[in-house]
């Protein structure tokens, strides 16, 4: 009752119509820069955190979490339409999305985007005001043994994406597990695979490698069998709106999307990108059109979506309950509360209760404010794909290296985007998924380094991943996981035969 | 050690001449923050942007950020394409004297014009506050005791906080070869590891571990600098509990090489003067930074002492051969 | 996509591949035999690379065994010209910030090669299009978010 009471405080307080319209702007802004290829939320939050400074505490965090919220929500508009996902979060989206987009489903694949997001941030905001507390002492408890068991069952997952050749999807998965062991080891120090060039140092940007194999691969890929096979992207086909049936087929997802992303987000290393996996690959096991998953299902969109929303709200519960930032864009939120003398942190509760609530209420605010916005631009940013296919793809190489100069302005990173979208290019041409790779080059080097620790706590004893119940228990379902599709198979070849 | 620094900057101050304002206001210059938007050297380059330009000191600044590497990608750049540029400056610091080494650097500080040292934070060791480890003697007795069973968080392996564990095991005469220490990436993974109470202990930057702090979730073991922090008077030093150790994590500015010793003065003068002006004593408090002037000759041999130090402790626990 | 058409003759992209694989599997081994600093505790530096080395050797000599079999699906043709304008167009770009010459002009040499490699024939007009484009793209990050791209004698202008 006195969360609610507070609640409703925060809520006199933001509610007012400056404050409003500081939320319009700040959802608006973010919308503009998140929508940019390369700038992820966290770049968004960072290029505009000045903006707010001019304002008021209370205007300022107002305006934030509308810069917060849209900055979101742009960088999966990108992936969906230009299929370059500006930050790893967006990976799982742009799978199934940029299918939609071509396919002329663009309109319901940003729509089931758009209410995801405002119903996963919603129902994950009703988490963090009155779970916060209580979840976060669970979060803090998860050692390195427990994220370890995480990962592993996030690899295991990643089968989803493989296609229908486990040797080229598994060859995919372990080009990019090579990929994410270049630069320098997080545990020694010392460089690995980086054969003396210092711009390998920090390891292969995953952006970089994304926009690579997605955006220039597949533009690659389109021009060389323009002329035996072109392609028609279809601005609009059928409703620009999502139908009765898009509804009915994306409901659940939300929901299930949003159980991934809230719990995983609030742990302190538990990030975006576990979760969109995690919930991609749940939704194409239940898919009731399993065909259509590669070629534009929009359970694939509405899933990872609501899981991406869903982790940025629970990583707020361990930035306001206890100070830590968990994420970039968390840490630069941190900055902008000290702007103000502010720290988040136990104390901030008790010291600032209206600045608090007031932010929780702002962030309600700014989520709905996002989709009162955004669904009327959908039908605008749809027609960007009715742009005459030679200047739409130059456009987005244009995009892609801006992105990538965004990131690192230098020329070998430049230079990696082009191996990489020739290597996206050649992997389509012989049937390779891409996918798999740049999940294997995020997984991979997390993966490694929680075992890392884990062993280093133990001193080297290995029985630390099965004495702990977490990562146990992890560790089983991902062992499930890993026979589950032989079981099934065993299955569907029984039902095949009775066909 | 912070208030003789403190005074040794004073005294260095009164030595050199200042210049009058007019003198500057032609001043256009450069500052490269090897590192990405957002970081500690980002914001002490934006920060002396803000100083220089609101006092009137310089007539533009314009900051360049080169990621990468522990700054030294931005250094190799800087000291290829700056010699003899009397306008650019560069903001980098006790990192980076570690990065060099770590990474096999090709260019190091030697070949740059050390301008001054401007700011310094104090690391802190805490534990858990339900830890049975209640003051630097017992940390000590149990390093001395097996230092393996002992696991300290921190940031980056080779940064800062690791060179002060290592120094730790050191100070109080255990095998720093033998140091479990355990890099986390960013602050907040760290802090979590301490208040799940996964580790023995953690080290970081003051600022980092002050909301756990004054919230009772952790416990100071000791502050690494000499003297008490004045926004934490209750706070114990290292060498109040026995151990006798000082790490200070500074950040400085510094020239291209090949720059004339007059480049060097106008370039030293302007700082010198920056760190004076309201403006910067602003932005030190609202970020919480202290003032550790240091210019001349005295940071000279200062940065040579801190590299032998550095050099050594990263030899020791085996990160570079 | 997958082609049962049982060959005779060797696939030579599979082989191809097979040795790439092979080839990134002695790399990484080589690399992980070179590194002179190990962790005290626990797993090493070097563990994660000698698994990936293992894992990369089989899927390579799997890819032996595929050359010998199925083999790989079979592309379809390339339509040449248009992949090296593409890939002109790339290089242009790289050459263009490497050498200095900025973003808008990587950004125009970028853009017209892509529409040309699309079949558009125009490509004055459209490199005129995309000397706009990264003026504006320019403007819009030094101007309102005060990030620089790469300069060159344009940017300077400004």
Known sequence: MDTFASLMHGFSVALEPSKLLFALVGVFLGTAVGVLPGIGPALTVALLLPVTFKLDPAGSMIMFAGIYYGGMYGGSTTAILINAPGESASLATALEGSKMAKAGRGGPALATAAIGSFVAGTIATLGLAFLAPWLVDIAVKFGPWDYFGLMILAFVTVSATFGDSPLRGLTSLAIGVTLGLIGIDKLTGQARLTFGVPELLDGIEVTTLAVGLFAVGEALYVASKRFRDPEEIVPIKGSLWMTKEDWKRSWAPWLRGTAFGFPIGALPAGGAEVPTFLSYSTERKLCKYPGEFGNGAIEGVAGPEAANNASAAGTLVPLLTLGLPTSATAAIMLAGFQQYGLNPGPLLFAERPDLVWGLIASLFIANTMLVIINLPLIGLWVRLLAIPQPWLYAGILVFAAMGTLAVKASVVELSMLFVFGFLGFLMRRYDYPVAPMVVGLILGPMAEAQLRRALQISLGDPMILLENPGSAILLGLAFIGLIAPFVMSGLNRFKASED | ?321 | MNQDVTRSRVDWPALVVAALLLIAAALVFYDARSQTIVSTYGLGPTAMPYLVSTVLAILGLSHVVVAFREGLPKPEAVDSNAILWLAGGLIGLIACIGLGGGFIIATAIVFSCTARSFGRQALAIDFGIGTVLGLSIFLLFSKLLQLTLPSGPLENLF
Do not use: C
């Open chain 2, 1 to 321: 050690m912070l208030r003789s620094i403190l005074k040794r900057g004073a005294v260095t101050a009164v030595a050199l001449a200042g210049l009058s304002t007019a003198a500057f206001a032609q001043l256009e210059l450069k500052i490269m923050a090897p590192a990405a938007p957002g970081g500690g050297w980002d914001g002490t380059a934006r920060s002396m942007q803000q100083a220089l330009t609101a006092s009137g000191i310089a007539k533009s600044v314009q900051v360049t950020n080169v990621n990468g590497a522990g700054g030294t990608i931005g250094l190799a750049q800087f000291v290829n394409s700056a010699k003899g540029d009397g306008s650019q400056l560069m903001v980098n610091g006790f990192v980076m004297v570690g990065a060099i080494l770590l990474n096999k650097s090709p260019v190091n500080l030697s070949q740059i014009t050390p301008i001054a040292r401007i700011t310094a934070e104090a690391e802190v060791i805490v534990v858990p506050t339900d830890s049975p480890i209640k003051n630097a003697k017992d940390l000590a007795d149990r390093v001395k005791a097996d230092p393996a069973k002992v696991t300290w968080a921190g940031g980056s392996a080779g940064g800062v906080d690791h060179i002060m564990a290592a120094l730790f095991a050191g100070a109080v005469g255990a095998d720093a070869t033998k140091v479990n220490y355990i890099p986390f990436s960013g602050g907040g993974e760290a802090l979590a590891a301490m208040l799940g109470g996964r580790v023995t202990a953690g080290i970081s930057g003051y600022g980092e571990f002050e909301g756990q702090i004054k919230a009772g979730k952790l416990r100071v073991i000791g502050v690494s600098s000499g003297a008490r922090l004045p926004n934490a008077p209750d706070a114990p030093t290292l060498k109040e509990g026995g151990v006798n150790l000082e790490v200070l994590n500074w950040r400085s500015v510094m020239a291209p090489a090949g720059i004339t010793p007059e480049q060097r003065k106008v370039l030293s003068d302007a700082i010198e003067k920056m760190v004076k002006t309201k403006e910067w004593a602003e932005i030190l408090k609202a970020r919480g930074w202290d003032d550790a002037y240091l210019g001349g000759a005295a940071f000279e041999t200062f940065l040579k002492d801190e590299d032998a130090r550095v050099t050594k402790v990263l030899k020791d626990v085996g990160l570079v051969k």
